[in-house]
């Protein structure tokens, strides 16, 4: 299945900008992403393997690298402490990462605690509109609350732990200890919440699978880490993972141990803890909905395509009043998540 490979960076309106800093997303920063940018050099960034991560560790000049770890721990603090800057003097910048791959090019931060070794990650991108929405739907309407900033162009996203979704596929889904109806259970929640909210591109890699030990077995959730491709294509299926062939190993899973009544369960299931959020956030919802619909985040002609693609799929002509990708994802919602769900 092909992916739009060049999707453009969709810049921040003023309205977008305005409902940032209603909702405290907004907070001026000591670094920029350009100040990340002025590198002396790099080299590959391998895993415990061996095998190159994609990820480049560069370099700075000594001064520029102090400067820096300073700002970045302000940053962190900023992100985790609300500010609160007493407890920056004994962290620091120890590492700081770049990866070329996909549309943001981040750069991945790792913050260390001098006292006990102890060390987090938060990322530094270009702020693109379309990931903001990704993130925001993503706060809003999925069990995850999403910690991340703006200023300028610059977007500050916190660590989403998990094991990569293409390495738990390759290396656990066979493992004898792994409960596998567990995870086609979340696999098929996961499909649903990204087509609900119309989040694309859940190839493998873009996503993680958190794994948390329970006093009898062990529960899973899929967790989407790259939202770029927030309602930007034209095709239905690319809003399901489902069609992702790196997936297909957890598709067949979910083929040979759920039932067909069994699916369907778990995808109602799935909707109404979504319509409860959303209607919980009914307020701020509907704000982003509003801003979102007068945003240009797709070309026309994809918008034109996945109208009539979701026409077709519900059996309706109701997306033809839709003029943008925000009208699309505000009526996909409403006819999924039911009147109930509608922002007020």
Known sequence: MEISRKKPSYPITPALREYLRTY??????????????????SFP??????RDTLW??????????????QGLTQVYALLKTAGDLSFTEHLVADRIDYCEFGNSRPFRVRIVNLFNDNYD????????????????????????????????????????????G???????????????????????????????????????????IDVT?????????????????????????MYLPQFFKDNADVVALCAQLLKPETLRQYQTEERALMARRARAERHRLRDLLEVMRGHQLAPPEKVMQLKAELNRYHKTDVFDKCDSMGDIV???????????????
């Open 24 to 41: 405290d997303r907004e907070a001026p920063l000591p670094v920029s992403y350009d100040d990340l940018r002025h590198f002396s050099s």
């Open 45 to 50: 960034l391998l895993d415990r393997t061996g």
């Open 56 to 69: 480049q560790t560069v370099f700075f000049e000594p001064q520029a690298l102090r400067e820096l770890s």
């Open 121 to 164: 990650y938060f990322y530094v991108k270009r702020a693109d509109a379309s990931r903001l929405y990704g993130l925001e739907l993503e706060h809003l309407l999925s069990p995850n609350s999403m910690n991340f900033l703006v200023s300028g162009d610059t977007l500050i996203e916190e660590h989403i732990a998990g094991i990569p």
């Open 166 to 208: 293409d390495d738990f596929i390759r290396l656990r889904l066979t493992q004898p200890n792994i409960n596998r109806v567990r995870i086609a259970k979340e696999f098929v929640k996961f499909n649903e919440r990204c087509f609900v909210r119309l989040l694309g591109d859940m190839r493998a890699y873009n996503y993680v």
């Open 213 to 237: 030990p329970d006093f009898e077995d062990e529960q899973y959730r899929v967790r989407a880490i790259d939202f770029d491709q927030q309602s930007y294509e034209g095709r239905r299926v």
């Open 330 to 344: 505000r009526q996909n919602l409403w006819l999924m998540l039911g009147a109930g769900a509608k922002p007020a």
